[in-house]
């Protein structure tokens, strides 16, 4: 039987593997592999939790419903850093060296390929998961080479949060384009209420942030980062037209420039402060932009609307969190109970009370009740439902950081946009060829 090894110990190893991490756990090219064959789920026993902080406190809710029935099966809640690269280069190492640690993985729904591909997450039974009454999309994005890895958790698309009674004292509407966003800012910015606002941020830290805004940014100017074989396509007019956009609102200050250093939680900050006309952010920020005990500063006056594009609405890339089991744990077969327990229906609902995060039932998106309470969601399915994913390629780790280093230097002025993505082209090209 393998040593069981602590977080601490995983941590550790991690940062002395350093940046080896980043390409490691390539298997060759970008193709799916054969089904494997269907692994027995055997082992009854306490498990880990392995996932980024919850500042809700609503899927800790669920882990301790589920401890409080199963007393000899407890949970462990392994907490892991917020950025979601330091996430994956974790749980990449803990499989590496087929630590057994980690027993149920927290998966960005764009690591599911790599994970499953490597065969360092196990294979589902899907006959015992309700796969059938979650929204196709997110189903999708927990299989690969036709077998389902993972469970889906919650889905995500991206939302243009606006200050909409600054637009109403202003005469102007949540934009479509992205010159609508421009010209609402110039008139927003013109109150004497707005004073020392800045117009739009998104993500643009150099993490996983900044691949789906630009991958965003592609789409909502009629392109994408990959063509439908696999092969990279980035040296395009429309993915140029994006990242001229992100680079030009850079530079003339529609973007702030402390936005360079923004993820998710520092948009929300920015936003719930009220130093922002309009955010690009996820839905799990509502509940806490809505707080009514005064720690938000704009509570009540803002509203949700799909991300602006080129000519029209724009493309969101689809987000959202899978539930897999690592291949090196012990107790699979509690592990697959937890994850039935976790994702069903009844818990997702419950979770909705603490948490914004969208679920993947698409039944909950038509619940009056809870419509009512988080009236974005007919908005957020829509996003969901006409998102594009971002590349499902093995090599994701490697893919990924390819972007955020051409993409980062493009938007902060050090390399010419069309520079950029020729180098990137090539670099893709080389990484998954």
């Given at each position: 039987?393998?040593?069981r090894?602590?977080?601490?110990?995983?941590a550790?190893?991690?940062?002395?593997?350093?940046?080896?991490?980043a390409?490691?756990?390539?298997?060759?090219?970008?193709?799916?592999?054969a089904?494997?064959?269907?692994?027995?789920?055997?082992?009854?026993?306490?498990?880990?939790?392995?996932s980024?902080?919850?500042?809700?406190?609503?899927?800790?809710?669920?882990?301790?419903?589920?401890?409080?029935?199963?007393?000899?099966?407890?949970?462990?809640w392994?907490?892991?850093?917020?950025?979601?690269?330091?996430?994956?280069?974790?749980?990449?190492?803990n499989?590496?060296?087929?630590?057994?640690?980690?027993?149920v993985?927290?998966?960005?729904v764009?690591?599911?390929?790599?994970?499953?591909?490597?065969?360092?997450?196990?294979?589902?039974?899907?006959?015992?998961?309700?796969?059938?009454?979650?929204?196709?999309?997110?189903?999708?994005?927990?299989?690969?080479?036709?077998?389902?890895?993972?469970?889906?958790?919650?889905?995500?698309?991206?939302?243009?949060?606006?200050?909409?009674?600054?637009?109403?004292?202003?005469?102007?509407?949540?934009?479509?384009?992205w010159?609508?966003?421009?010209?609402?800012?110039?008139a927003?910015?013109?109150?004497p209420?707005?004073?020392?606002?800045?117009?739009?941020?998104?993500?643009?830290?150099?993490?996983?942030?900044?691949?789906?805004?630009?991958?965003?940014?592609?789409?909502?100017?009629?392109?994408?980062?990959?063509?439908?074989?696999?092969?990279?396509?980035?040296?395009?007019?429309?993915?140029?037209?994006?990242l001229?956009?992100?680079?030009d609102?850079?530079?003339?200050?529609?973007?702030?420039?402390?936005?360079?250093?923004?993820?998710?939680?520092?948009?929300?900050?920015?936003?719930?402060?009220?130093?922002?006309?309009?955010?690009?952010?996820?839905?799990?920020?509502?509940?806490?932009?809505?707080?009514?005990?005064?720690?938000?500063?704009?509570?009540?006056?803002?509203?949700?609307?799909?991300?602006?594009?080129?000519?029209?609405?724009?493309?969101?890339?689809?987000?959202?969190?899978?539930?897999a089991?690592?291949?090196?744990?012990?107790?699979?077969?509690?592990?697959?109970?937890?994850?039935q327990?976790?994702?069903?229906?009844?818990?997702?609902?419950?979770?909705?009370?603490?948490?914004?995060?969208?679920?993947?039932?698409?039944?909950?998106?038509?619940?009056?009740?809870?419509?009512?309470?988080?009236?974005?969601?007919?908005?957020?399915?829509?996003?969901?439902?006409?998102?594009?994913?971002?590349?499902?390629?093995?090599?994701?780790?490697?893919?990924?950081?390819?972007?955020?280093?051409?993409?980062?230097?493009?938007?902060?002025?050090?390399?010419?946009?069309?520079?950029?993505?020729?180098?990137?082209?090539?670099?893709?090209e080389?990484?998954?060829?």
């Amino acid at each position: 039987m393998r040593q069981r090894r602590h977080a601490r110990t995983i941590a550790a190893a991690t940062l002395a593997a350093g940046s080896m991490i980043a390409i490691a756990g390539c298997s060759g090219g970008g193709g799916e592999s054969a089904a494997p064959a269907e692994e027995e789920l055997t082992g009854r026993g306490p498990i880990t939790y392995v996932s980024s902080p919850d500042a809700s406190g609503a899927a800790q809710k669920t882990i301790d419903a589920w401890n409080t029935e199963h007393p000899d099966e407890k949970v462990e809640w392994i907490e892991l850093p917020l950025d979601a690269d330091q996430q994956r280069q974790q749980m990449v190492q803990n499989a590496q060296i087929e630590s057994d640690a980690y027993t149920v993985l927290n998966l960005d729904v764009v690591w599911t390929s790599e994970f499953a591909a490597n065969r360092w997450i196990a294979p589902l039974p899907e006959d015992e998961l309700p796969v059938d009454e979650m929204i196709p999309a997110t189903v999708d994005a927990a299989t690969y080479a036709d077998t389902l890895f993972a469970a889906p958790y919650y889905t995500d698309g991206a939302l243009l949060y606006s200050r909409t009674d600054l637009l109403e004292a202003a005469g102007v509407e949540a934009p479509q384009t992205w010159e609508e966003l421009q010209a609402a800012c110039d008139a927003v910015l013109a109150l004497p209420e707005a004073a020392g606002m800045s117009c739009y941020a998104g993500q643009f830290d150099r993490n996983e942030g900044l691949t789906v805004n630009f991958s965003e940014a592609v789409a909502s100017a009629g392109g994408s980062l990959f063509t439908a074989d696999g092969e990279p396509d980035v040296d395009t007019p429309e993915a140029l037209t994006a990242l001229e956009w992100l680079a030009d609102g850079y530079a003339s200050g529609m973007i702030p420039r402390d936005a360079i250093t923004f993820q998710e939680e520092q948009g929300r900050e920015a936003f719930q402060s009220g130093s922002l006309v309009f955010l690009r952010n996820w839905p799990y920020i509502y509940n806490a932009l809505n707080a009514d005990d005064g720690s938000s500063q704009v509570a009540g006056t803002f509203g949700v609307s799909p991300i602006p594009g080129l000519e029209g609405p724009g493309v969101s890339t689809l987000g959202g969190r899978n539930i897999a089991i690592s291949s090196f744990a012990e107790n699979k077969e509690t592990a697959l109970e937890f994850i039935q327990f976790f994702v069903s229906e009844e818990q997702e609902s419950a979770r909705l009370e603490l948490s914004s995060r969208a679920p993947v039932y698409s039944a909950l998106f038509e619940d009056a009740a809870v419509t009512g309470r988080l009236p974005y969601l007919p908005t957020l399915l829509t996003a969901v439902e006409t998102g594009q994913p971002r590349p499902k390629v093995v090599q994701y780790g490697a893919v990924t950081a390819a972007i955020q280093d051409a993409v980062y230097g493009a938007v902060t002025g050090d390399t010419a946009p069309e520079d950029a993505l020729s180098s990137l082209q090539s670099e893709l090209e080389e990484i998954v060829g």
